[in-house]
């Protein structure tokens, strides 16, 4: 980011399923400024735990 702040990529667990295998995983990237404020985030993927990239 132009202003000193960081961009990152976040994988959370959006919805805890039983088996783990088929719980919804999303990434978000999240931008924060140089202070650690929170200008945005936007969600680039949901996938099932259990994909795998091709």
Do not use: F, H, K, Q
């Amino acid at each position: 980011m132009p202003d000193g702040g960081w961009s990152v990529l976040v994988d959370v667990v959006e919805l805890e399923r039983i088996p783990a295998t088929t719980s919804i995983i999303a990434t978000y990237r999240v931008d924060v400024d140089a202070a650690g404020e929170l200008c945005g985030c936007e969600r680039l993927r949901r996938y099932t735990r259990g994909t795998t990239d091709m």
